[in-house]
Nanobody, 126 residues
Framework: QVQLVESGGGSVQAGGSLRLSCAAS????????MAWFRQAPGKEREGVAT????????YYASSVKGRFTISQDNGKFTLYLQMSSLKPEDTAMYYC???????????????????WGQGTQVTVSS
């Protein structure tokens, strides 16, 4: 059973940066799709970025491409999301997610992921 625990959220002014962390445990000897999702009040959850653990292949939503970077520290089984040039519209609860995979493509559809963290709040003020 994979368990995910996010941290690193907080409040920041527009243009600032934050780094989110997701500590993972319970991995088996398999490859996984890891992802960050976010959900703002009154809006549907949306995918932000994904990473394939087998080759560190990454994919980003167009709204964050060039500003956010997803990465993994295998030694610590930790997933990161480095967020720069933050905008007020980035304000949301951010969730870490994972699913075991045999392929290398990791999409941004939340229904494909079966392990979720509890979320960490990011608030960006103008």
């Amino acid at each position: 059973q994979v368990q995910l625990v996010e941290s690193g959220g907080g409040s920041v002014q527009a243009g600032g940066s934050l780094r989110l962390s997701c500590a993972a445990s319970g991995y088996t000897y398999s490859q996984y799709c890891m992802a960050w999702f976010r959900q703002a009040p009154g809006k549907e959850r949306e995918g932000v970025a994904t990473l394939y653990t087998g080759g560190r292949i990454t994919y980003y939503a167009s709204s964050v491409k060039g500003r956010f970077t997803i990465s993994q520290d295998n030694g610590k089984f930790t997933l990161y999301l480095q967020m720069s040039s933050l905008k007020p519209e980035d304000t949301a609860m951010y969730y870490c997610a994972a699913v075991r995979t045999v392929g290398t493509y990791c999409g941004l559809v939340d229904g494909a992921y079966n392990y979720w963290g509890q979320g960490t709040q990011v608030t960006v003020s103008s």
